[in-house]
């Protein structure tokens, strides 16, 4: 297995690149989070790799982060679950924002991936419960049932995950759900 590459990037081409390491160009699939944070064509890059080796190709997944790759594998041992498909997960979400939708059961959140229907998100949401979030440091712990409800109301009316978990850290933690969906909203309008 290739577990990592080193060398010069040359082509991007969402979503692959071409690495070359020592004269061989190894096109690898990235997902977008990996893509957008990639230096200039002509600069040094390393990246972790997944290879898959099927019948009729040998592909290589590439990842900036452990975490990246980690979400990556076990998206994979899914039934019914392929590269591409993780790939398109990790490409449409944050790891970070993917464990938390699996640890608040969120169905919705990853139905607005592309490719993942609403039966492919529920079982995304069962397979992974307790396997992704606590490996991956979830950023917002939510001390109670009324902030993870606080949070989903946020995201609901449209605010990213970053602002909804930015105006939850400023309540206090025995808020009621009304009540800290009103001091949300006021402190996202200021």
Do not use: W
Request: aromatic share 4%; proline share 5%; charged share 20%.
């Amino acid at each position: 297995m290739i577990g990592r590459l080193s060398g010069i990037l040359g082509d991007k081409n969402p979503p692959q690149i071409v690495l070359d390491c020592h004269g061989v160009g190894y096109e690898v699939d990235v997902p977008m989070s990996t893509f957008y944070n990639l230096p200039a064509p002509g600069e040094k890059l390393t990246l972790l790799t997944h290879m898959v080796v099927r019948e009729d190709a040998q592909l290589l997944y590439g990842f900036a982060t452990h975490d990246e790759r980690n979400a990556f594998r076990q998206l994979i041992k899914i039934s019914g679950i392929g590269p591409r498909m993780a790939l398109s997960v990790l490409s449409g979400m944050a790891v970070a924002e993917l464990a938390q939708a699996i640890t608040l059961q969120e169905a919705g959140r990853l139905v607005k991936v592309p490719g993942i229907g609403k039966k492919t998100a529920e079982r995304l949401l069962l397979e992974l419960k307790g396997k992704l979030g606590v490996d991956m440091g979830l950023p917002v712990n939510l001390a109670s049932d009324a902030q993870a409800d606080i949070l989903q109301a946020l995201v609901a009316l449209g605010y990213s995950d970053k602002e909804a978990a930015l105006a939850l850290k400023a309540l206090p933690d025995s808020v009621g759900v009304s009540e800290g969906i009103k001091l949300a909203l006021k402190a996202l309008a200021k």
